[in-house]
């Protein structure tokens, strides 16, 4: 890793009274995210901001992070963390929905790489908090919203990183299919040796040229092994550029 880089602070969210804190499955996808040739880099539904900060921390220096979030509380939380961190002259708050966001309406302009870990539940209880359901349920922002942007606003070429359920898989990637898209990387992810994957994260190729070759089978990646914070290797080695202190 750089000299320059940071190490990663956990931050929570205070949405309207509801403490949003940063879960290991967003970790995770943070340090797995692919930044390189990135010049401009887009974090859809940025929450608190840390994802796209993981990403920027990886990419060049002259790398650029615009977040985009439609939620008042977390958008202003985002912004605190943007200002605070040492890459905030590389950052750009966009408040309000991705789907106003879709090149030439507001003026964005294309982009390498765009991140989310999005609202992905659908059909699943709901929480007394409107903060808390747009970051959770996919009613403000479908599947078909997020690809339908994404192939407007990316270079040719450049890439969607997603993590989702693992029982939305094969929705995600049919889907992706009919916009243009092709995997170019796939990793499911299991909280315990031995136990089924529960996420699945992936890097669609939009118009893939010849310098991409399409992944036709997913790779697998363990947190943990059989007791608690008994980490696996790859798991480890992959968080830590951003953790200062391991427990277990």
Same mark, same amino acid.
């Given at each position: 890793?750089?000299?320059?880089?940071?190490?990663?602070?956990?931050?929570?969210?205070?949405?309207?009274?509801?403490?949003?804190?940063?879960?290991?499955?967003?970790?995770?996808?943070?340090?797995?995210?692919?930044?390189?040739?990135?010049?401009?880099?887009?974090?859809?539904?940025?929450?608190?901001?840390?994802?796209?900060?993981? *990403?920027?921390?990886? +990419?060049?220096?002259?790398?650029? &992070?615009?977040?985009?979030? =439609?939620?008042? $509380? !977390? @958008?202003?939380?985002?912004?605190?963390?943007?200002?605070?961190?040492?890459?905030?002259?590389?950052?750009?708050?966009?408040?309000?929905?991705?789907?106003?966001?879709?090149?030439?309406?507001?003026?964005?302009?294309?982009?390498?790489?765009?991140?989310?870990?999005?609202?992905?539940?659908?059909?699943?209880?709901?929480?007394?908090?409107? *903060?808390?359901?747009? +970051?959770?349920?996919?009613?403000? &922002?479908?599947?078909?919203? =997020?690809?339908? $942007? !994404? @192939?407007?606003?990316?270079?040719?070429?450049?890439?969607?990183?997603?993590?989702?359920?693992?029982?939305?898989?094969?929705?995600?990637?049919?889907?992706?299919?009919?916009?243009?898209?092709?995997?170019?990387?796939?990793?499911?992810?299991?909280?315990?040796?031995?136990?089924?994957?529960?996420?699945?994260?992936?890097?669609?190729?939009?118009?893939?040229?010849?310098?991409?070759?399409?992944?036709?089978?997913?790779?697998?990646?363990?947190?943990?092994?059989?007791?608690?914070?008994?980490?696996?290797?790859?798991?480890?080695?992959?968080?830590?550029?951003?953790?200062?202190?391991?427990?277990?």
């Amino acid at each position: 890793m750089p000299a320059e880089t940071f190490h990663f602070k956990a931050f929570s969210v205070d949405q309207s009274g509801a403490a949003m804190k940063v879960g290991s499955d967003g970790c995770v996808f943070g340090a797995w995210v692919g930044v390189n040739a990135c010049e401009t880099i887009l974090d859809l539904g940025t929450g608190n901001g840390y994802l796209g900060l993981m *990403a920027l921390q990886r +990419a060049s220096k002259t790398c650029r &992070l615009i977040g985009v979030e =439609i939620e008042p $509380g !977390a @958008a202003k939380q985002t912004l605190n963390n943007y200002t605070a961190s040492k890459f905030s002259a590389q950052t750009q708050l966009i408040p309000g929905r991705f789907q106003d966001q879709e090149e030439g309406r507001q003026g964005l302009e294309k982009v390498d790489l765009i991140l989310s870990n999005p609202p992905f539940y659908r059909g699943k209880p709901r929480s007394s908090v409107e *903060a808390r359901n747009l +970051a959770r349920h996919d009613d403000s &922002l479908t599947m078909t919203d =997020i690809l339908r $942007g !994404a @192939a407007q606003l990316l270079k040719p070429g450049g890439r969607l990183a997603t993590v989702w359920p693992i029982d939305r898989e094969l929705e995600w990637m049919g889907l992706a299919k009919g916009f243009g898209f092709t995997p170019t990387r796939w990793t499911r992810t299991s909280p315990m040796k031995g136990e089924e994957a529960l996420r699945v994260m992936s890097e669609l190729t939009l118009d893939v040229t010849s310098d991409c070759t399409p992944i036709k089978a997913p790779e697998t990646l363990t947190l943990e092994r059989w007791k608690s914070s008994d980490h696996e290797p790859a798991y480890r080695a992959l968080l830590t550029p951003y953790f200062r202190n391991w427990h277990g």
